[in-house]
């Protein structure tokens, strides 16, 4: 991290410096290279917004990529894989609570296998996940104080994956208006170096027609 922002902070100084000198002195290359940076920050700004969007593709709907998770736990191991991502990085379980898991065939109460009545092991604290039965028998606890004194989160999964989507919203709004601000300044830095090119040449053209005049 600390190289990240060293590189960074350096960057933006580079640019902020061919810019400044490159107006104050009226240095064409300065300008070209000032365009030049400005047009690099596009690549990673471009490459940033389509995978944040990519990503917000697949929260269209949070509550129903949760529902489809949770129906198709042990069954399909990509999306096993995703509700596990969940529960385990945001501290939740199911989609509203930990009852939503009654709608597995595995964890239902009515399943004949030791998982019934539980939940996965993706809802107990992270201290834990090693005893992959944590959640056994979970949903037989009365109280969440019950359930999370056997270390089961009891929130759902809902609030925390639609609270991403916004976020992913807003990071895609930051990233359109930080676009437009560098396609500007883009533009501008090269407009500049055109017109001072042109006052250099016309200075030029009176220069030498001053000189053959004194001839």
């Known amino acids: ?13 580079l640019i902020v410096f061919f810019g400044c000198v490159g107006a104050l002195k009226e240095n064409t290359l300065f300008l070209a290279s000032y365009g030049i940076f400005i047009f690099c920050c596009l ?30 736990y042990q069954q399909d191991s990509s999306k096993q894989e ?3 991502f969940i529960q385990t990085r945001f501290k939740c379980c199911g989609i509203e609570s930990y009852k939503d ?9 009515s399943s004949p296998v030791p ?6 092991f993706s809802c107990c604290k992270k201290s834990i996940q090693g005893n992959r039965q944590c959640g056994y028998d979970a949903g037989k606890l009365k109280t969440d104080a019950d359930r999370l004194e056997n270390g089961v989160y009891s929130k759902g999964c809902v609030v925390v994956v639609g609270f991403i989507k916004d976020v992913i919203n ?12 560098i396609i500007v300044a883009m533009i501008m830095a090269f407009s500049f170096r055109a017109q ?10 009176q220069s030498e027609l001053g000189i053959q005049r004194g001839f």
């Open 115 to 120: 998982t019934a009545c539980g939940v996965p």
């Open 196 to 205: 001072i090119r042109e006052v250099q040449k016309n200075a030029r053209f």
């Open 43 to 72: 690549i990673p700004i471009i490459a940033a917004g389509v995978l944040a969007f990519l990503q917000r593709e697949k929260l269209v709907d949070p509550k129903a990529r949760l529902e489809d998770g949770l129906k198709s």
């Open 170 to 181: 807003l990071v895609i709004g930051v990233m359109f208006a930080g676009l437009i601000f």
């Open 101 to 109: 898991w009654q709608a597995n065939r595995y964890f239902s109460c």
């Open 82 to 84: 995703f509700i596990d």
């Open 1 to 13: 991290m600390p190289t990240l922002l060293f590189f960074t902070g350096f960057s933006l100084y």
